[in-house]
């Protein structure tokens, strides 16, 4: 059998398939900001429970429900910071991933001095 490679608190992963952000400005929320909540989002991934949030200085971005106090039908307070930057890589590049969620893995590019959120289906576990 195989043993997936774990240093600390991170995983090694390899790039499999190529991925570009259709975000040029992500929305990047404090802890305890409010925030409208709008659809969730609905595609071909499994790519659940994440929702389209705006805030009043910045027209939105997709934001985990599991980061979101709701306060009502459409408002809530984020719990923690967030940022949705996604990182652009290419396939054959290792990344770190640090953190799990909703079919998404925020990794750390040490080639490019990077973090970003990366589809984990463009992943592939490092093992050894």
């Known amino acids: 059998y195989r043993i997936l490679h ?4 991170w995983m090694e992963y390899i790039v499999i398939k190529q991925h570009r952000s259709e975000y040029p400005e992500p929305i990047c929320l404090k802890k305890g900001e409010i ?3 709008g659809e969730e989002y ?3 991934e499994d790519w659940k ?13 997709w934001v ?12 809530g ?11 652009d890589v290419d396939a054959g590049e290792r990344l770190r991933g640090l953190r799990k969620l909703n079919g998404w893995v925020w990794c750390q590019s040490p080639a490019k001095s990077l973090a970003g959120w990366v589809p ?7 093992q050894e």
Not at 6 to 9: D, Q, T
Not at 77 to 87: I, R, S, T
Request: hydrophobic residues 35%.
């Open 77 to 87: 307070k984020v719990m923690e910071d967030y940022n949705a930057f996604e990182l």
């Open 35 to 37: 925030i409208t909540i």
């Open 120 to 126: 984990l289906e463009n992943l592939e576990p490092v």
């Open 6 to 9: 774990f240093r600390g608190n």
């Open 64 to 75: 985990p429900a599991q980061i979101i106090e709701l306060l009502d039908a459409s408002t």
């Open 42 to 44: 609905e595609g071909p």
């Open 49 to 61: 429970n994440w929702h389209f949030c705006t805030t009043p200085t910045h027209p939105g971005g």
